[in-house]
């Protein structure tokens, strides 16, 4: 199994970025897919998350501006965000899970957002 983020990068504030984690090893569409997101000194917390039903939820603070998506024919799930703000500033890792030990993590992508 392997989760490989790609799609990060700086922006400046107001400007959008999409995410992509691209799996393997297993199918996106059976698993609850999340999006974490972690700055120094800080706790990984939830972003996003997609249910093997496509029912999707969101943080308050990120509502309304990113959409969690997936390409079932790409096994892949994206994090579109848009109007990014300094807050936004973080590791962003995506995450698969069905149960406690089969959970995984991908290696995380670096997003800062700065003028």
């Known amino acids: 199994v392997q989760l490989v983020e790609s799609g990060g990068g700086t922006v400046q504030p107001g400007g959008s970025l999409r995410l992509s984690c691209a799996a393997s090893?297993?199918?996106?569409?059976?698993?609850?897919m999340r999006w974490f997101r972690q700055t120094p000194g800080k706790e990984r917390e939830w972003v996003a998350q997609i249910l093997a039903t496509g029912s999707t939820f969101y943080r308050t603070s990120v509502q309304d501006r990113f959409t969690i998506s997936r390409d079932n024919a790409k096994n892949t799930v994206y994090l579109q965000m848009n109007s990014l703000n300094p807050d936004d500033t973080g590791v962003y890792f995506c995450?698969?899970?069905?149960?406690?030990?089969?959970?995984?993590w991908g290696q995380g992508t670096q997003v800062t957002v700065s003028s």
């Open positions: 995450n698969a899970r069905r149960s406690s030990s089969d959970d995984y």
């Open positions: 090893g297993f199918t996106v569409n059976t698993y609850l």
